[in-house]
């Protein structure tokens, strides 16, 4: 079992930065590839980044290339999203999940087993 917990969530402005983070605790972080999703309402989950068990390879939806940045910590059991150029399109509840590393990069959620609770991030225009 693997626990998640994500923060970092707020109200930003369009143009803004946000950091969220996702701690987790449980079985050995380095056995997992990480992934970050969002949600908006009335939309389903949709895939944002992930990332190897190593941090060596990293992942991107077009919609967010160029904008945001997945990186993890593995001493800290922490994976981070450093968002920037925030768009009001960006407003969504972001979830971070824990996946074999058989399915390191995916894009499906029905690939990942551990979820958080997610966190909510606004973006005003």
């Known amino acids: 079992q693997v626990q998640l917990v994500e923060s970092g969530g707020k109200l930003v402005q369009a143009g803004g930065s946000l950091r969220l983070s996702c701690a987790a605790s449980?079985?050995?972080?380095?056995?997992?590839?990480m992934g970050w999703f969002r949600q908006a309402p009335g939309k389903e989950r949709e895939f944002v980044s992930a990332?190897?068990?190593?941090?060596?390879?990293?992942y991107y939806s077009d919609s967010v290339k160029g904008r945001f940045t997945i990186s993890r910590d593995n001493a800290q059991n922490t994976v981070y999203l450093q968002m920037n150029s925030l768009k009001p399109e960006d407003t969504a509840v972001y979830y971070c999940?824990?996946?074999?590393?058989?399915?390191?990069?995916?894009?499906?959620?029905?690939?990942?087993?551990?979820w958080g609770q997610g966190t909510q991030v606004t973006v005003s225009s």
């Open positions: 999940a824990a996946a074999s590393t058989y399915y390191s990069g995916s894009y499906s959620p029905r690939h990942y087993d551990y």
């Open positions: 449980g079985r050995t972080f380095t056995s997992y590839a």
């Open positions: 990332i190897s068990w190593s941090g060596g390879s990293t």
